[in-house]
């Protein structure tokens, strides 16, 4: 079961360490000493997750159960790593049987089992190099992008939105009928069009928010289980 850290975590690093550097502005001083004393970064460190969203991930499948069974994987936005992490142990993806692909237009440090395409999601090219690079049909996509933040925030959650719809779509386009589709998005109201295209095609929706993100963090995540299959080219629409 994935529980919360306690008691530093094991790492023989205490918590409420502070930063003493007085030439950090006070904002960066605070960020840091937040990180350094984030018992999921602490926990990441000492399990070998290349990021704190490892748990996001491992405490949401440990009450839905999408990595459950999973074949092939398709994590967008996935730099670090740490979601890709845990996609190539549940599928058993080596270099000799790519099972796991993984996008970002950030670089990322190669992960054993996973192909990684340096390339934006939103460039036109994505989705078949996805596919390709995958080696077949997923029957699970993870997304864990969102739009570099302004700091105005009708401004940053329909920038993020955007890619939630973006990636809902690929999603409808590529999973194996049955397969799971996970989303961040952002508290602020999910748009209506958005769940309704979900609703259509999968069995279950619902929104999450898995302990592991912080409690004054906006973000939440969008879970769309059950995908109902596309339908057959010229077959005639249910009444």
Request: glycine share 8%.
């Amino acid at each position: 079961m994935t529980k919360a850290p306690i008691a530093g975590n094991r790492t023989g690093r205490k918590l409420g360490q502070r930063v003493k550097n007085k030439k950090m502005k006070a904002s960066s001083r605070q960020w840091l000493e937040r990180h350094i004393n984030d018992p999921y970064v602490q926990r990441a460190q000492l399990e070998g997750y290349r990021a704190r969203a490892a748990f996001k991930l491992l405490e949401i499948d440990e009450k839905h159960h999408i990595l459950r069974g999973a074949r092939r994987i398709i994590d967008l936005g996935a730099a670090p790593g740490s979601w890709s992490q845990i996609a190539a142990k549940v599928t058993g993806s080596t270099d000799d049987d790519i099972r796991v692909a993984a996008i970002d237009f950030l670089e990322m440090t190669q992960l054993p089992g996973v192909k990684i395409l340096q390339l934006d999601f939103l460039d036109p090219t994505a989705p078949e190099k996805l596919l390709e690079a995958v080696g077949g049909t997923p029957d699970l996509v993870i997304s864990d992008m969102a739009a570099p933040t302004t700091g105005h925030h009708r401004t940053d959650h329909l920038r993020t939105m955007h890619l939630c719809e973006v990636a809902a779509h690929f999603a409808v386009e590529v999973l194996q009928e049955g397969g799971h589709f996970l989303t961040k998005t952002f508290q602020g109201g999910t748009e209506r069009e958005l769940l309704a295209m979900l609703k259509q095609n999968f069995r279950q929706v619902v929104h999450v928010k898995p302990n592991s993100s912080r409690a004054e963090s906006v973000e939440m995540f969008l879970l769309a289980k059950g995908f109902k299959g596309r339908k057959a080219e010229g077959e005639a629409e249910e009444a």
